[in-house]
C-alpha cells in the first residue's frame, strides 16, 4: 500500500509539472483569431482598394498615350477611366435615391490628365462616404438598380460596381502591356 501511495504522489506531482509547463508555454501559443471584420468595412476595404488600383494607373499612365487604343474600336485609355467613374455614379445615385448622371462624361470634357485623374478619385471618394455613411445596417437598404429597373440591396450594388471597375482595371493592364509599361501593381515592391 505504501508503494501504492508513493506511486500515485509521484504520478500527481508530474501532472502538476506538466500542467505548469504547459501554462508557461502558452505565452508561446498561437493568438487566438481576430474576430470577421464587419460587412461595411469589408466592403469598404475593397471598394477603396480597386479605387486605390485604379487611380494609381490614372496618375501613373503617360498623358501622351492617355487617347492610345489598343484598336479603334475599343475606348482610349482615358475613355476607359471615365467610363467607369460616371458608372459608380450612377451606383452612387441610384443608392441615394437621386436621378442618375444625365450627361455621360466625354474625353473632351476632361482634356488633362489631371482632370481625369480628379475625376476618378472623387469617385471613388464619393462612393467610399456613401458606404461609410451606410455602416452595417444600411448593407440591406434597397435602392432601385438603374441598369435593370429592380430593387437591390446596397451592398449587392456595390460588390456589382466593385466587380466592373476590376474588370476595367485587367482591361488597363493589357493597355499597359500593349503600350510596352508595366502596371503600378507588377512593379516589384520596395523591401522595408
Known amino acids: 500500500m505504501k508503494t501504492l501511495v508513493k506511486n500515485f504522489a509521484i504520478v500527481f506531482a508530474v501532472a502538476l509539472l506538466i500542467q505548469t509547463a504547459r501554462a508557461q508555454d502558452a505565452p508561446n501559443a498561437p493568438p487566438a483569431p481576430k474576430a470577421a471584420d464587419r460587412p461595411s468595412k469589408v466592403l469598404l476595404d475593397n471598394w477603396n482598394d480597386i479605387g486605390r488600383k485604379l487611380t494609381a494607373m490614372a496618375e501613373d499612365f503617360p498623358e501622351d498615350k492617355y487617347d492610345f487604343k489598343p484598336n479603334p474600336a475599343q475606348r ?84 456589382g460596381f466593385i466587380e466592373h471597375s476590376g474588370e476595367h482595371y485587367g482591361q488597363l493592364v493589357v493597355y499597359y502591356r500593349i503600350a510596352g509599361l508595366v502596371p503600378p501593381e507588377s512593379r516589384p515592391k520596395p523591401k522595408k
Open 76 to 159: 482610349s485609355f482615358a475613355e476607359q477611366l471615365l467610363h467607369v467613374s460616371v458608372n459608380l455614379y450612377f451606383f452612387i445615385e441610384a443608392a441615394k435615391g437621386a436621378k442618375p448622371p444625365s450627361n455621360i462624361p466625354k474625353r473632351a470634357d476632361f482634356a488633362t490628365k489631371a482632370a481625369v485623374v480628379d475625376y476618378v478619385k472623387k469617385s471613388f471618394a464619393d462612393g467610399a462616404a456613401l458606404i461609410k455613411s451606410k455602416g452595417d445596417r444600411g448593407m440591406s437598404d434597397l435602392f432601385v438598380n438603374p441598369f435593370g429597373n429592380q430593387q437591390t440591396r446596397f451592398s449587392d450594388g456595390a460588390w
